[in-house]
């Protein structure tokens, strides 16, 4: 048996003294070099973080509501304070405008929401196919927005497009889906469900899969039917996935522009105009000013809407 030297004794000793100490480490030294370097670890990790926030975000927002309150073109910027947003409310098309926005809204949102649950309950349950019934599902979100726009304009065109011609082949009537002032907006809404529902369908197709098995089996040996496991278990515990959908559907119907400047350019007329055509007709006119104010509104809007909303099923979340 081998005897310990003075130094393996007085390394044993320290190793001895740290482990008993409350803290793991003697006090001083590496500890506190260590701890020092944890309560500036955070600070420097965000740095990163804050600089890409005011380049991208923080920085274009002030510059834009600058731009907002002048005459200015890519030359010259002359201040006149609120008279754009003077001009901006009395645009006679905004009161509509701001009308279309919300019901798109909430009509692309909802129904991606319910669209995209019941999906993901099928894409999630042994059906034959499965995987490849998710690629059907999720392609169309691979799609550029104005490819997809330009695509249903022309399958949905009242005269030569191949929906019309197959309603007119069984004697259905062939309505003109983008020309109508009253199927316009609403036919857009559809499109937009069909490119995005793929979307809200992942998200929730996560939320499910999230679910502990366990409470299905629990649920399925007390004698549970399948509309009170749906009920009692699967909506409650995707409440999450839930505001995701609502959130993100909702915030991209309020900005929507692309696919509606796509297929009808706001028309026919104005009756399928929002606040981003609105704005986007008068940066074409050359009201460079005026549209800023417009999109500083639109921001504003947004923010208003999601803020609440946000907190509300964010709360209702935790509550749960």
Do not use: C
């Not at 369908?201 to 629990?218: D, K, N, R, S």
């Not at 692309?258 to 009756?271: L, N, R, S, V």
């Not at 940066?283 to 509104?297: D, I």
């Amino acid at each position: 048996m081998s005897t310990a030297t003075p130094s393996t004794a007085a390394q044993a000793a320290e190793i001895l003294t740290d482990v008993r100490s409350p803290g793991g480490r003697r006090p001083g030294g590496r500890k506190s070099a260590r701890k020092a370097m944890r309560s500036h670890y955070p600070t420097w990790f965000f740095i990163p973080a804050l600089v890409l926030y005011a380049v991208f975000f923080a920085i274009p927002s002030l510059s834009s509501f600058y731009f907002s309150l002048t005459r200015w073109s890519l030359f010259d910027a002359q201040f006149i304070g609120f008279a754009n947003y003077v001009q901006f409310f009395q645009d006679p098309q905004l009161y509509t405008s701001f009308i279309h926005t919300l019901v798109y809204a909430v009509l692309t949102s909802g129904a991606k929401v319910i669209i995209g649950f019941f999906l993901a309950l099928l894409l999630t349950s042994p059906v034959v196919g499965r995987g490849y019934l998710r690629a059907i599902v999720f392609f169309p979100v691979l799609l550029s927005t104005i490819g997809v726009g330009i695509l249903w304009k022309a399958l949905l065109d009242p005269f030569h497009g191949m929906v019309n011609g197959v309603l007119g082949f069984f004697g259905l009537p062939q309505p003109g889906w983008f020309t109508d002032p009253n199927l316009a907006l609403y036919t857009i809404a559809g499109v937009d469900i069909w490119k995005g529902v793929g979307i809200a369908t992942l998200i929730f197709m996560a939320g499910i899969v999230a679910i502990p098995g366990e409470y299905f089996e629990a649920a399925r040996m007390d004698g549970a039917s399948g509309w009170r496991i749906l009920r009692d278990i699967t909506i409650p515990l995707s409440r999450g996935a839930t505001a995701t959908v609502i959130i993100l559907s909702l915030i991209g119907g309020l900005r929507s522009f692309d696919i509606i400047w796509a297929t009808t350019g706001g028309g026919p007329g104005f009756t399928s105009d929002v606040l981003a055509s609105v704005i986007y007709k008068q940066y074409q006119a050359g009201f460079y000013g005026l549209s800023t104010a417009g999109n500083v509104v639109l921001f504003l809007v947004v923010t208003i809407i999601m803020v609440p909303l946000s907190y509300f099923l964010n709360r209702k979340q935790v509550e749960l």
